[in-house]
């Protein structure tokens, strides 16, 4: 097994000829020997984390998905049970995108705020392949959840005309 620091610059080697990468700054007290931020390149910005968690031997390549304001208005325009389906169902796409993936919806499938998405790579077996292939995973699984948001937006919006003041 790699060293932790060792680790850290072969995956900011790796990153670097598809991210833009950089180390991030962590307090004392987090429970991480490093982390690194890998930000697809125009014309769709994703940022994705990676990092070591300190006292195991595996690397997560993270992402959390923060619901924009025209999203949580859409899901609000929904009954609670409506809203829990759609998560539920969002979950589950996710999942079935990537099986080997945490998927959680916080704080809850009823009030959904944000999507926290999570693989875990093994450091000993550990390849540039399977760090770019996780990496883009994640990214895809972003991409799948705001066209998911975006089409509840355009269901649950207002007829044409209503918001333009024309009816």
Partial sequence: MDEPLDLKNKILAWLA???????????????????????????????????KP?????VAVTIGIALSQKHREALSKLGP???EEFAVSLVRDLIALCPHCRVIAQPNPRDLQTILISRE?????????????A????VNMFLVTVLKLNQLSQTVRAP????????
């Fill in 17 to 51: 000829d598809e991210f833009n990468v950089s180390v991030k700054s962590l307090p004392k007290n987090a429970p991480l020997d490093w982390a690194i931020k890998a930000e697809t390149q125009a014309p769709v910005k994703v940022a994705l984390v990676i990092q």
């Fill in 121 to 133: 790579l093994y450091s000993d077996s550990l390849t540039r392949q399977s760090l770019i292939d």
């Fill in 160 to 167: 044409r005309g209503v918001d333009e003041g024309y009816m």
């Fill in 54 to 58: 300190r006292g195991r031997d595996v």
């Fill in 81 to 83: 049970g409506a809203r």
């Fill in 135 to 138: 990496s883009v995973t994640l």
